[in-house]
């Protein structure tokens, strides 16, 4: 693809735009930079030889990676690509940059995106290139990495271990999605590489080697701040106990579903201790004749309500539950019996009827 002539409207060619580095370098990953940084650098040089061959071996990039990042800033409107016949480019226009008119990324100097959490975590030449922003727990899907990064993530010092260890747990080599997934543990939710391989040791002890089961439990943990071996530990201990203990009152024997897992993990969180969990879903699965998660949750609910801990503090909570029933049966028995002579009717008496009864009194005198 040689041959390809690269021109601009702006007058500043040999300078990046301000608007570029306020808007628009903050969003990008490092590859995709330094496409545009040395397309500014072709601008001073137009009659040398340029092609997307030429980029890739300057920058040390695929020629996929090269067009990846073209795409990319095409879309952003940063430039413009000129397509030939052949469905080859054969121009770009880098264009005047201004501010997004939906702009939701504040500038650099005014708003940082390095978080206190991010500028605590060692550093690292590659990461701090292609650092982004936390992950909010809530999203399932991990970022389009390019295979620079991926290939930079592989042959750091502190992560090409993790890889090979990886590797070991999982008994294969790593496809792609591993690595994918190794890169966005480390460097997007900050995982150690301690706290990485207990996660990996945990998921294959269950039988589960797919990236996407050993991303959900990533999530999870990270959504509920565990971010030390110890904490994970301590989490994985409750849960497995609430899940043993569900699994003997129900008689399931089953793994449990997406939607009993939330109940599984609000349960643990309450800190119920396992014979607390089976008593709730044995007295469930007796009132309802089947496993009745619900059911189960109203009863763990209202113990974690009245401050219950042990299996005396559900007798004394049943104790005082019988007194209040016993106590209100009686209570209405006692008013049932202080009308039982008024269920009787009445009879009403007339003055003609109360004087002939006062003649017949004094006549059997």
Same mark, same amino acid.
Not at 332 to 341: V, W
């Given at each position: 693809m040689d041959g390809i002539s690269?021109?601009?409207?702006?007058?500043?060619?040999?300078?990046?735009?301000n608007?570029?580095?306020?808007?628009?370098?903050?969003? @990008?990953? $490092? @590859?995709?930079?330094k496409v545009y940084l040395y397309l500014l650098r072709c601008?001073?040089?137009?009659?040398?030889?340029?092609?997307? $061959?030429?980029?890739?071996d300057a920058l040390d990039e695929t020629e996929k990676d090269i067009l990846r990042a073209l795409r990319y800033w095409e879309k952003e409107g940063v430039l413009s690509l000129t397509w030939g016949d052949e469905n080859e480019i054969r121009g770009i226009k880098l264009n005047r940059l201004t501010k997004p008119v939906a702009e939701t990324v504040a500038p650099v100097a005014s708003a940082p995106l390095i978080t206190a959490a991010t500028a605590m975590a060692p550093e690292s030449p590659v990461s701090a290139a292609t650092r982004r922003t936390f992950i909010p727990p809530e999203i399932t899907t991990l970022p389009d990495y390019t295979p620079a990064e991926l290939d930079a993530f592989a042959g750091r010092?502190?992560?090409?271990?993790?890889? &090979?260890?990886?590797?070991?747990?999982?008994?294969?080599?790593?496809?792609?999605?591993?690595?994918?997934?190794?890169?966005?543990? &480390?460097?997007?939710l900050r995982f150690s590489n301690e706290l990485i391989l207990h996660l990996y040791e945990y998921c294959v002890s269950r039988g589960k080697k797919a990236p996407s089961y050993i991303q959900k439990v990533a999530l999870s943990w990270h959504a509920e701040g565990i971010d030390t071996v110890e904490k994970a530990e301590e989490r994985s201990l409750q849960f497995d106990s609430c899940y043993t203990a569900v699994n003997r009152a129900f008689a399931l024997n089953r793994a449990p579903g997406i939607?009993?897992?939330?109940?599984?993990?609000?349960?643990?969180?309450?800190?119920?201790?396992?014979?607390?969990?089976?008593? @709730?879903c044995s007295r469930a699965l007796l009132s309802t004749s089947h496993p009745d998660f619900k059911y189960a949750d109203k009863i763990l609910e209202r113990w974690h309500e009245s401050n219950v801990h042990t299996m005396s503090d559900v007798k004394k909570l049943d104790d005082a539950h019988n007194a209040r029933s016993a106590k209100g049966q009686a209570s209405?028995?006692?008013?049932?019996? $202080?009308?039982?002579?008024n269920a009787f009717p009445q009879r009403d008496y007339s003055g003609n009827d109360l004087t002939d009864l006062e003649k017949a009194l004094l006549g059997n005198r």
């Open positions: 690269v021109y601009s409207e702006d007058t500043r060619t040999t300078l990046v735009p608007e570029f580095i306020d808007y628009y370098m903050p969003r @990008a990953n $490092g @590859a995709f930079v601008l001073t040089a137009p009659e040398a030889g340029f092609g997307i $061959g030429v980029i890739a010092e502190d992560t090409n271990w993790l890889l &090979h260890a990886a590797e070991s747990y999982l008994e294969r080599m790593l496809k792609p999605a591993d690595v994918q997934l190794l890169f966005f543990l &480390h460097d997007e939607s009993e897992r939330r109940f599984l993990n609000r349960w643990s969180s309450f800190g119920f201790s396992s014979d607390l969990i089976e008593e @709730a209405e028995a006692s008013h049932n019996a $202080g009308n039982r002579f």
